[in-house]
T-cell receptor, first 113, second 115 residues
Framework: ETGVTQSPTHLIKTRGQQVTLRCSSQSGHNTVSWYQQALGQGPQFIFQYYREEENGRGNFPPRFSGLQFPNYSSELNVNALELDDSALYLC????????????FGSGTRLTVV | DQQVKQNSPSLSVQEGRISILNCDYTNSMFDYFLWYKKYPAEGPTFLISISSIKDKNEDGRFTVFLNKSAKHLSLHIVPSQPGDSAVYFCAASARSGAGSYQLTFGKGTKLSVIP
């Protein structure tokens, strides 16, 4: 049974650019949630995808968008990057949106300069 | 407005003693509470949880206590071991309007267990 894998592990982007982060969910999981963890903070909920549809969103602007594919893998896209977007982005997969079955990936460290 | 608060950024405990990590929350709609453990360069891993209808849940060396009237929960680790050294996050869940559950995390407490 494979866990959650995220790519890339580290990324440096320039302010104003766009970025795509990827997540492969754990085998058998059909729900993917994305979290942003800024330095010194706890993870903050961005959104959740269940069966390829967004079914929950936190307090993040529309320039944060996502996709879930038929194999339940997912992408997080961020447009018009700002310096404050620098953070660790965590993906968590689960079955049927059950948070207590969350498996987190190791995250993608994004630095915006 | 922080809905989940972990007021102690760090805690040091001697090996073999009890570690007590605290968490306060403000949202009465939270119905489930969880503790996650995080090592550097790894994602958070689930440790233990408790439903809002219970006041205690135990799993081996880990016990979580919930005091709903005080909106307070705590994680007890007995006995503490050096491998327990990590950042511990308290998290709470509430169902969103779209039917999904989202977790609200505290800022974390860094536990150091001294051999």
């Amino acid at each position: 049974e494979t866990g959650v894998t995220q790519s890339p592990t580290h990324l440096i982007k320039t302010r104003g650019q766009q970025v795509t982060l990827r997540c492969s969910s754990q085998s058998g999981h059909n729900t993917v949630s994305w979290y942003q963890q800024a330095l010194g903070q706890g993870p903050q909920f961005i959104f959740q995808y269940y069966r390829e549809e967004e079914n929950g969103r936190g307090n993040f602007p529309p320039r944060f968008s996502g996709l879930q594919f038929p194999n339940y893998s997912s992408e997080l896209n961020v447009n018009a990057l700002e310096l404050d977007d620098s953070a660790l982005y965590l993906c968590a997969s689960s079955l049927g949106g059950l948070f207590y079955g969350y498996t987190f990936g190791s995250g993608t460290r994004l630095t915006v300069v | 407005d922080q809905q989940v608060k972990q007021n102690s950024p760090s805690l040091s405990v001697q090996e073999g003693r009890i570690s007590i990590l605290n968490c306060d929350y403000t949202n009465s709609m939270f119905d489930y509470f969880l503790w996650y453990k995080k090592y550097p360069a790894e994602g958070p891993t689930f440790l233990i949880s408790i439903s809002s209808i219970k006041d205690k849940n135990e799993d081996g060396r880990f016990t979580v206590f919930l005091n709903k009237s005080a909106k307070h929960l705590s994680l007890h680790i007995v006995p503490s071991q050096p491998g327990d050294s990590a950042v511990y996050f308290c998290a709470a869940s509430a169902r969103s309007g779209a039917g999904s559950y989202q977790l609200t995390f505290g800022k974390g407490t860094k536990l150091s267990v001294i051999p």
